[in-house]
């Protein structure tokens, strides 16, 4: 099968489940707070809840890097498979915790293996998909991700009916499954012979990759935007559903399922949309993927203003539909993007700066939110992000400029 001319598609196919798995695991906690705080009294506390969600993003941002330059030296179906098994371990652990310091270690272990994935999923789809196809091939496989996050705010609703003990336990054994059905289907993508003889006489030296990237003007243009929409992006994924629930006056097993849903299914739409204008725009305009993204990033500065300030199920849920098929647009044009200045070689590295950075600031302004929700200014929160990636969309438009489809020089 690997052999096949569709297993490119194959292989978005396999890893949209991991991606899937990936989000609905980290997100579902989000949603099950409510269920928790009973046997885990703590969990009451805003603040203590912020710096739960944010330990899992402060290792998995330290992770990252790491995780880019592992992918770039090893076999990236064997870091996928361990990484999926270990996660869906300790989320099936997480159903047996009952103090607070229990689920603060287990995410932060959940951080350190799902780290291991992204870096080394999305470089193997970039090897397997060329200009025509990439973004689009890119794009498809983060709706696994925003399906994922919808799956995941679900917790409340499944906790709310049986307990949220065995909705870690039933969600951790199925990724457990999937990770052993990926050892017989999932294939790495051998490299050229040209790349295969600069691998064996020169090596990857640990910190070339690195080297290269800090000194590449372009890739600190990608790293200071993709941080800046890190921050709503993630502050969107850990607080919606409480925003939800205090500006609409509903319960959470109500707002979570409504807030996951509505910007999982907006940001598939974007990705999609975002990935057949890339693909497409880039064959005649080298920058078509640039503007693409920006044109994303756009749609996100009204949306964040009317999410922060919005009453009404009907402004809210409009805003979140905005932002989410703007955020889309962005996310499936990134690692795209870096292609174009960037070497196959370096690329799961790039991604895992890209990472640590987007997902450091998303730890910062979760703890961050934690603070304004006990205090109730969180939609201030999110309608001051407006105005920072509003200077992010300018750097991105004025100073990024691609000069080829795919950097192929060492």
Known sequence: ??????????????????????????????????????????????????????????????????????ADKLNRKWLIIGSLFVWSAVTYAMGYATTYNQIYWLRALMGVSEALYIPAGLSLIADYHQQKTRSLAI??????????SALGGFGATIAA????????????????????????????????????????????????????????????????????????????KNWLPTLFSDNLGISMDQAGPLATITISFSSLLGVIFGGILSDKWVQKNIKGRVYTSAIGLSLTIPALMLIGFGDSLFHVVSAVLCFGIGYGMFDANNMPIICQFVSSKYRATAYGVLNMTGVGCGALVTSLLGKSADTGTLGFGFALMAGVVLVALIVQISFLRPKVNDFMDA
Not at 39 to 62: C, H, K, Q, T
Not at 200 to 229: C, D, H, M, Q, R
């Open 139 to 148: 794009g498809i496989h983060m709706t696994g991700l925003y399906v994922g």
């Open 161 to 236: 009916k049986y307990s949220w003990h065995s909705t870690f336990h039933h969600f951790g054994i199925v990724g457990i499954i999937y990770s052993v059905v990926l050892v017989f289907l999932l294939s790495e993508k051998k490299v050229s012979e040209v790349k295969s003889v600069i691998i064996k006489e020169e090596g990857y030296p640990l910190f070339k990759g690195l080297a290269l990237l800090f000194t590449n003007i372009s890739f600190w243009v990608i790293l200071f935007y993709f941080a800046i929409i890190s921050l709503p992006g993630w502050a969107t």
């Open 1 to 70: 099968m690997k052999n096949s001319k569709y297993y490119p598609w194959v292989i978005v196919a396999l890893l949209w489940i991991v991606a899937l798995l990936n989000y609905m695991d980290r997100q579902m906690l989000a949603t099950m707070r409510p269920s928790m705080e009973a046997d885990i009294p703590e969990l009451v506390s805003g603040e203590n809840f912020g710096r739960l969600m944010a330990i899992f993003l402060w290792i998995y941002a330290l992770m990252s890097p790491i995780s880019g330059i592992i």
